[in-house]
């Protein structure tokens, strides 16, 4: 077999393999050989097939096999050979003239195809224990625990049904039925409706008008679609809804106590307040962490310069633009909105996704370099995490990890980067520093952890499938309230 080096253009290589007639007959007489005493053909007892007949019949297919073989099995073994790694599926091009394809199946011509691949260039590490970056940390007040303790009483807060009518801080219990133009539309219907007068969860006008109100009453309420409203077949248009009040109850005093933590399921009011201190902690941890994440990959970007491989750029690239394209179209907004033209944003999205690659290659090369894997109980939690979020749909999840090549590594690769990065965290050199959390959660307009820095349209570009971005205008959506909140502070 030889193998002749056609293009050596910057990452981009191109080979040509050459297979003699003579290697791929000798393959094939040594398949028929084995196929020979197996086959069975009237006339002939089994194993006394002459090879020659046995040829004539399945010659053809054989070399075929062998052929497809080659070319799916040889090139990867070549790389390796070549110490080299493609970052991509090499393409393999073979010709396409029917007459030297018989003849290759004959064992009349030798195989010749091409190889095409770019190749992952050879990082050279660099010590990282000259990076510096500060560690944002916040001192969690008595105070602020007790504000989400005090919210998550006042979300379970007991409500008395009362005979008045309708006050702020009532909660109404009421059918609608929503109309624009006198037609009723989709999502504007609702039984037993539950509101809090003066919680904002409906649009504005809403609320107000039922004020006064009292159990019996009915009225025909008129309000207008925000401009901005999710569902665009009625941002800014007026409507009315038919209102049946149903039950009007008065909010019960709000009591930290034993009772209220029993109520969630814990067994003292001190237990809530701990878990609520943790969970504050892990929400500051986490942007702290991102914060810290984003110093380290910012100063790698600047210590690594290298071409990144074209193919690998493109992808991302296009992965970029499809969620910069979803997120206008789901605003209603332009380019021009956001301060940009569309050529000038691609421009800077595409050095967005060659910053990516480039660090996903660094981060990979550490990884590897210092034996960071991903075990098989990691990946088992992470496809545990992603059965949670799509409740239902867990058959359909798991056959699409289990059957779609490459799947698994979108579970994969955010593991293995975390993993990477703990390293790093360990060996960087770190300095704590206290704020305040409006410091901590203050936007930091230089870029986030993907990592990807904003552009002038000013839309973080998202590297997440695109089936976590949720369509605010989906029919699923009530089209007339806003969607309910939800609960503050959990203490589940």
């Given at each position: ?66 052929v ?24 393999i ?16 011509a ?60 009532d ?127 910012d ?24 969620q910069?394209?979803t ?30 690659v ?33 409740p ?43 704020v ?7 936007d ?39 969607k ?9």
């Open positions: 077999m030889q193998v002749i080096e056609t293009l050596a253009e910057g990452l981009k290589r191109e080979l040509k393999i050459v297979v003699p007639a003579a290697e791929l007959e000798a393959r094939a007489n040594e398949r028929l050989a084995e196929v020979k005493d197996k086959v069975r053909i009237n006339g002939f007892r089994p194993g006394k097939v002459p090879t020659s007949h046995v040829k004539k019949m399945y010659g053809k297919s054989i070399m075929a096999e062998i497809n073989e080659i070319v799916r099995d040889r090139p990867a073994g070549i790389l390796s050979e070549r110490g080299e790694k493609s970052a991509t599926q090499p393409e091009s073979m010709t396409e003239d029917e007459g030297e394809a018989d003849k290759i199946l004959s064992g009349a030798d195989l010749e195809f091409t190889v095409a691949y770019e190749i992952i260039p050879a990082i050279e590490l660099k010590p990282v224990d000259g990076i510096k970056v500060t560690r944002e940390v916040v001192e969690i007040s008595e105070e602020e625990v007790n504000e989400q303790v005090l919210k998550i009483a006042e979300n379970a807060r007991a409500y008395e049904t009362k005979e008045g009518l309708a006050e702020n801080g909660r109404v219990t009421m059918d609608y039925l929503g109309k624009v133009d006198g037609v009723a539309f989709d999502g504007g219907k609702d039984e037993d409706a539950e509101l809090v007068l003066g919680s904002g969860r409906f649009i504005p006008g809403f609320e107000d008008q039922l004020l006064g109100l009292k159990a019996g009453d009915e009225k025909v309420i008129t309000v207008t679609f925000p401009e901005d409203y999710p569902a665009k077949n009625l941002a800014g248009k007026d409507a009315t809804f038919d209102i049946t009040v149903k039950a009007v109850a008065a909010p019960a005093a709000v009591e930290i106590n034993d009772e209220l933590a029993q109520k969630l399921g814990l067994e003292s009011a001190d237990k809530l307040k701990e878990i609520v201190r943790g969970q504050i902690e892990g929400q500051y941890g986490n942007v702290t962490r991102q914060k810290v994440k984003r110093q380290i990959l100063q790698l970007d600047e210590m690594y310069k290298f071409d990144a491989p074209s193919k690998l750029v493109d992808a991302e690239f296009e992965n970029i633009w499809r910069i394209n997120d206008l179209a789901q605003s209603g907004k332009t380019f021009e909105d956001e301060e940009t033209t569309e050529e000038d944003a691609r421009t800077e999205y595409r050095a967005l996704a060659e910053r990516r480039r660090l996903g290659l660094v981060l990979s090369e550490i990884g590897e370099k210092a034996g960071i894997d991903v075990t098989e109980e990691e990946m088992q939690r992470a496809l545990y995490a992603q059965l949670q979020q799509f239902g749909q867990e058959r359909e999840i798991i056959n699409f990890f289990r059957n779609t090549p490459g799947a698994s590594a979108s579970l994969r690769a955010p593991i293995f980067e975390e993993k990477v990065m703990d390293k790093l965290i360990s060996e960087v050199n770190v300095t704590d520093k206290t305040s959390k409006e410091e901590l959660l203050a930091d307009e230089d870029g986030d952890d993907k990592p990807v820095k904003k552009a002038s349209s000013k839309k973080k570009a998202k590297a997440e499938d695109a089936a976590e971005a949720e369509d605010a205008a989906a029919p699923k959506k009530k089209a007339a309230p806003k309910k909140a939800a609960a503050e502070g959990d203490a589940e």
